[in-house]
């Protein structure tokens, strides 16, 4: 006949057995094993839900469901917020030290606070939302040719600065040229030139034009704006 068995409580465990041609059960109390000469301290502690002592050279972390074994020195947290460490007092005994973390308040607007499950003190979120395009803090982009934007904080939150270029008075210039793709119109630049071998003339072009003052070299006219 199979013997199964069970516990009546933490320190009887009973079977069932056949006697005399009937099922009975048997309890008997639970054994535990003389720690003395092993323990590193004298200290014997009982943990819930189990029956027999063990040593005290751990620390059994409670946290109100089950026990956890934590090795004398090992560092761990019992929530986000709660750090601890196994450590063995002066007076030899060993037990948990626990500090809670102290949070400032997030220095943003109050709609830009935000949580997370992982982490215990909450921040400021670190991103500018502006039509439909996510930049995130220090960020810089191209409103347009002529305006660039950061994403920065301020004391109101999250927002954007934009700078826009500003454009030099071309009226009186010589020299003004065009430049493709730019913001400003016209830029007053001095043109390039130089002496035909032909002719002997000086001739001028402009940013982005191309010339050849002899047969055997090619150049370009570049923007140095």
Known sequence: MTRD???????TKCQCVEKEGYATE?????????????CLTT????????????????????DGEEVTLRELGEQFYKDKCTSCQCIQSEDGQITEMCAVMDCAQPNCADEDIITSEDQCCPTCKNECTFGGIVHEGGQSWKEDLCTTCTCVR?????????IAEACED???????????????????????S???????????VGPGDRYS?????FCTCRWNH
């Open 194 to 204: 130089y002496v035909d071998q032909e002719s002997g003339e000086e001739i001028t």
């Open 213 to 217: 003052p002899d047969p055997c070299t």
């Open 26 to 38: 048997e309890c008997g109390a639970v054994e535990c094993e003389d720690l003395s000469s092993q």
């Open 5 to 11: 068995t069970w516990y009546k409580d933490e320190c």
């Open 43 to 62: 200290e014997q502690i009982h943990v819930p839900g189990e029956c027999c002592p063990v040593c005290l050279e751990t620390c059994h972390v409670f």
């Open 170 to 192: 071309t009226s009186e210039c010589k020299n003004a040229f065009v430049k493709p793709d730019s913001c400003c119109t016209n830029y007053c630049l001095a043109p390039c």
């Open 154 to 162: 301020t004391r109101e939150g999250l927002t954007k600065q934009c």
